[in-house]
């Protein structure tokens, strides 16, 4: 059983910087891609970046290109997330996911995750 917590989330104004990680147990999170993603109030769970078992690959939504950067310490069984120049507009819960199946085998970014963590609040005022 895979478990997976998210933590690093807080209250930042706009501009300022925060780093999320997921730690994540049990070993069926090995040779998977892992992503983030975040929902904000009334608005559908959406898609933010995500990276494969090696690293070697990465993807990002485009309106956090060039700021958010993902990474992984598979020694260490962390995901983070690291988030520069937040925007008010970047508030949401984040959540990081698991892929259904191992070395990306259903495409990349995964087209879904077979498990999910908790959550962890990200707000940005303005």
């Known amino acids: 059983q895979v478990q997976l917590v998210e933590s690093g989330g807080g209250l930042v104004q706009a501009g300022g910087s925060l780093r999320l990680s997921c730690v994540l147990s049990?070993?069926?999170?090995?040779?998977?891609?892992v992503g983030w993603l975040r929902q904000a109030p009334g608005k559908e769970r959406e898609f933010v970046s995500a990276?494969?078992?090696?690293?070697?690959?990465?993807a990002y939504t485009d309106s956090v290109k060039g700021r958010f950067t993902i990474s992984r310490d598979n020694a260490k069984n962390t995901v983070y997330l690291q988030m520069n120049s937040l925007k008010p507009e970047d508030t949401a819960v984040y959540y990081c996911?698991?892929?259904?199946?191992?070395?990306?085998?259903?495409?990349?970014?995964?087209?879904?995750?077979?498990?999910w963590g908790q959550g962890t609040q990200v707000t940005v005022s303005s």
């Open positions: 990276i494969t078992w090696t690293g070697e690959n990465t």
């Open positions: 996911a698991v892929d259904r199946v191992i070395y990306s085998r259903t495409g990349f970014p995964p087209p879904s995750y077979a498990t």
């Open positions: 049990g070993r069926t999170f090995s040779r998977k891609a």
